[in-house]
């Protein structure tokens, strides 16, 4: 067999002994949403393409919001908005708190954070910001970092110190898997493939404890789906809008308070 597929498949049968965390997680997402608030997801540098896959996409639906920077994520390789500089921005202390200002966050959101060394300052203070503010924080990160190596952030806290509840993506430290005679070092990185397949799976484990409790979800759909309406995916737009709105005033409300 392939030798990264072999891995994948490895990775498929690790993320299954995460069936009490996830389930866990999704029955908590079930309630937020419900509830009329967000399940907020986070995530920088590579980290940032699990958040992008859970919501606006094919299957995705309305009460995950992602948090995202267009400065913690890269469009070049190098130069302005190269991963070099992402790499060194998500390490400072301090930036986190300058971006977060602008969200409108409930105590009775849920934040997940992503992170597979689950050191960095970013997601760190996210998810302490999350922590700071009430919120139920879910963290997804390799449990081997989180068990074996160092905080590098000043708190002494990596995300998985912060979260209610810690998923492992089921990722070596290392990240990449496969070997190649004669090279220093593995190929083939796999912790980006672990986390969408977490999110993916909590979103599709949230939207049957929400079917259980007599709440359907509205999911983006392919227009290859059959039985969907034509204006479904306008229609998702709309709901998103309209949450946003509803969400945004009750929590200046509450400042105001």
């Known amino acids: 067999m ?3 597929l072999l891995e994948v498949q490895r990775l498929a049968e690790r993320l299954m002994g995460q069936r009490d965390q996830l389930e866990a997680a ?19 540098g590579h980290s940032v393409l699990p958040v992008q896959d859970t919501f606006p996409r094919y299957g995705g639906y309305v ?3 992602p948090v995202m920077d267009p400065r913690l994520m890269w469009t070049t390789v190098s130069g302005p908005g190269g991963a070099e500089e992402v790499l060194w921005l998500e390490r400072r202390e301090g ?14 959101d849920m934040l997940v954070v992503i ?8 997601p760190v203070e996210v998810a ?6 009430g919120m139920f924080v879910v963290a997804v990160t390799s449990g081997e970092n989180h068990r074996t190596k160092p905080a590098t952030h000043s708190s002494g806290l990596k995300i998985g110190d912060i979260a209610d509840i810690v998923i492992d993506n089921g ?15 593995k190929v083939g990185g796999l912790s980006t493939l672990a986390s969408i397949a977490v999110m993916q799976t909590l979103v599709s484990e949230t939207a049957l404890r929400l079917a259980e409790r007599g709440y359907a979800v509205k999911p983006f759909a392919s227009p290859n789906a059959e039985g ?14 309209d949450r946003v709105a509803r969400t945004t005033a009750a929590a200046l409300n509450a400042d105001r308070r």
């Open 2 to 4: 392939i030798q990264y």
């Open 228 to 241: 969907v309406e034509p204006d479904r995916n306008e229609q998702v737009y709309v709901q998103f809008r």
């Open 115 to 122: 992170s597979h060394g689950g050191q960095n300052a970013a």
């Open 171 to 185: 990722v070596t430290s290392e990240d990449a898997v496969v070997e190649v005679p004669g090279v220093a070092g």
């Open 26 to 44: 999704a029955e908590r997402a079930a309630q937020t949403i419900a509830g009329g608030h967000w399940v907020r997801v986070f995530g920088s």
């Open 95 to 108: 930036y986190m708190e300058v971006f977060l200002r602008h969200e409108r966050w409930d105590p009775q």
């Open 63 to 65: 009460g995950f919001y």
């Open 128 to 133: 302490l910001e999350g922590r700071r503010r």
